[in-house]
Structures are given as structure tokens and as C-alpha cells.
């Protein structure tokens, strides 16, 4: 492991702290070369990790992740998920989704695979349950949850580990803007458990950058991630990313962009050092969220 990756828990899969989101990737828009682009950008800057689900833009997205690797020619991690939707009841439906995943990936198997949230007419023991099978054929390497709380998070671990395997990733909001995961328990769970806590929606759709029109948060906020980012020649951004990363060794951060200058521009937080002092600084200018 770089110093730079991280543990999905205690699956013995690692990943780089920071990847590449893509819920706004898709075979007809932006252009499958800017995102083969985007995607060699991150395997350069040390940002291979891909972060897919079925249900983005209706599979497109899982489509050009695949054709981007291919292309690549490179190891990239790869992370999808499987949804719950309200028809599907039973365990040949996970098994049938996730061929259809693996078909469009154009791989034989996955690294990570998420159930991508909890609300389902079954429970997250049955879809669970499915997963673990799918790991037990050789299909997924590791397994996850997203959306899910402390009690779902124990629900989950408790099946896997009826099958002898780790829960290896809860995958929920968390940034500056979003602090949920440190009020509601979930981060403590994800410390307790040894599972890695993946944050979506790292930099609030670019909402933390105190320079865009987007911006949302306490003004202090912005005053304080401009002065940390002037100190340190960077961008808010990058300061936001790295303030995440430095929060806890179990948080992984999954910027979504489909740009490869954003990529680059955002790798700079793997090796961004925040000092304590401006570690404490962004702490308190940016208000934790009530728990939801
Ligand atoms: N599990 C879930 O339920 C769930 C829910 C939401 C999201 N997700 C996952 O989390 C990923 C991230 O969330 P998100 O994409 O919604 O929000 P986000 O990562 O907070 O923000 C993405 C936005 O920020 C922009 N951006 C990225 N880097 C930038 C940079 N250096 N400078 C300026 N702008 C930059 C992107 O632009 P460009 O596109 O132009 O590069 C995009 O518009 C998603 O892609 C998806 O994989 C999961």
C-alpha cells in the first residue's frame, strides 16, 4: 500500500484516499474522450478509483467507466452499486443486476460493490446475504453499503460475517457543508468497526470553494479556507479535500468530476499536510450538521 492508499477495511482491498466520482459520466455526454482523458488523468496523479453505480444516466456511466479503463490499459479499482428498487424482492434480481454491472464494466469481477441505500421492501440482511454470495462466486471483491445508518451498518457486518467476510465500506455524504457522518455516528461506527467511511459529495458539488458562485456554508467558513489556502499556495478545494482526509484515517473522499484539469487539480490534497492548528481552524468555522 502507497502512502497515499487506504484500506477498505478489513477486506484486504486498498484503495487510493482520493478517487474520481462519476454519476455525471455517460457514453453520450461530456465525450468518451475527455472522459478516457479524465480517467488516464487519475491513474497518473495516483487517483485510480472509480466510483460508479448502476443507476447513473441509466448505466452510461458504468459503460464509460469501462471503455475508459479498457483504454487506459492501467489498473484502476473500480466501485459499483447495486439498487434496491421497489420491484426487485429477491436474491436472482442482485445476482441479474450485477452480471448486467460486470457486462457493461466488461470485467469478470468487481472490486467494490455497494448496496446503494437501504430503502427496499426487503431488508439490508437479504440484499446482504445475496452480496455475500456474489463474493463467495468470485464476483466482487469487496463488499459495501452506502446510505446506511449505525443500525444498518451492524445489520450488515453481522451477515457478512455469518459468511466469514468484513464489511469493507459505508459510502455516505460527508463534507465541510455536510458533517452528518461526525453527529450521527456513523463516522464512530466506521472507527469501531474498521470499515472505511467513503465520502460522496466530498466538496458539495463545488459548494465549499469560498471563489464560487455555488458557495453555500458560515462566511467563515470561506475566510478560513481562503487564509489556509493562500498559506499554502492552494486551492479552497484542495483544502476542503485535505481537511477531510486528515479527519480520520478510515475517510476516503470520491470528488466527482469529468474533467481531467479538475483531477489533477484535486490530487494535490493526497499530499496536502494540514498543520493541527489550520485542522482546527476549519473545524470550528465550519458548523457541524444536525443529525438527520
Ligand atoms: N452513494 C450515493 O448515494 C451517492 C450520491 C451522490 C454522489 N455519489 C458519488 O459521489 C461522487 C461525488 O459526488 P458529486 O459528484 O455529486 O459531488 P462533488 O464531488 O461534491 O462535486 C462534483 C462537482 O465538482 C466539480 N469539481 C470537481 N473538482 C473540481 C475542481 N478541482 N474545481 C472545480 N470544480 C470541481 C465537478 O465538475 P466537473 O464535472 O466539471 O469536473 C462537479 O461539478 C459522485 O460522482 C458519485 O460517484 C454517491
Not at 15 to 21: D, E, H, I, K, T
Not at 78 to 98: G, N, T, W, Y
Not at 154 to 179: C, F, I, T, W
Not at 243 to 268: C, F, M, Y
Request: aromatic letters at 6%; one cysteine or more.
Amino acid at each position: 500500500m502507497s502512502g497515499t492508499e487506504r484500506p477498505l477495511g478489513k477486506s484486504g482491498v486498498s484503495v487510493p484516499a482520493l478517487g474520481v466520482g462519476t454519476n455525471r459520466w455517460s457514453t453520450s455526454a461530456p465525450g468518451q474522450a475527455r472522459l478516457n482523458e479524465t480517467l488516464a488523468a487519475a491513474v497518473d496523479v495516483g487517483m485510480g478509483f472509480l466510483d460508479t453505480a448502476e443507476i447513473y444516466s441509466f448505466g452510461r456511466s458504468e459503460r464509460a467507466v469501462g471503455v475508459a479503463v479498457r483504454q487506459a490499459g492501467r489498473p484502476v479499482v473500480v466501485a459499483s452499486k447495486f439498487a434496491p428498487m421497489p420491484a426487485r424482492i429477491a436474491a436472482p434480481q442482485f445476482a441479474s443486476a450485477l452480471d448486467r454491472t460486470l457486462k457493461r464494466l466488461g470485467r469478470e469481477s468487481i472490486d467494490l460493490y455497494y448496496l446503494h441505500f437501504p430503502y427496499s421492501p426487503r431488508g439490508v440482511d437479504t440484499w446482504m446475504k445475496a452480496m455475500a454470495e456474489a463474493v463467495e462466486a468470485g464476483k466482487i471483491r469487496a463488499a459495501g453499503i452506502s446510505n446506511c445508518n449505525v443500525a444498518q451498518m451492524r445489520k450488515a457486518a453481522e451477515v457478512l460475517a455469518r459468511h466469514g467476510m468484513p464489511l469493507a465500506a459505508n459510502q455516505v455524504e460527508y463534507s465541510l457543508l455536510h458533517r452528518a457522518p461526525e453527529t450521527n455516528g456513523v463516522l464512530d461506527a466506521c472507527r469501531q468497526m474498521d470499515v472505511a467511511l467513503v465520502a460522496y459529495r466530498p466538496i458539495a458539488g463545488g459548494a465549499v470553494s469560498a471563489g464560487s458562485r455555488k458557495r453555500r456554508g458560515p462566511p467563515a467558513l470561506a475566510g478560513t479556507l481562503q487564509e489556509v489556502a493562500a498559506a499554502r499556495d492552494a486551492t479552497t478545494l484542495q483544502v476542503a479535500l485535505a481537511w477531510l482526509l486528515k479527519r480520520d484515517d478510515h475517510v476516503i473522499a470520491i470528488p466527482g468530476a469529468t474533467k481531467p484539469e479538475h483531477v489533477r487539480q484535486n490530487s494535490r490534497a493526497l499530499t496536502l499536510q494540514l498543520s493541527d492548528e489550520e485542522f482546527a481552524a476549519i473545524d470550528r468555522a465550519s458548523t457541524p450538521t444536525r443529525t438527520r
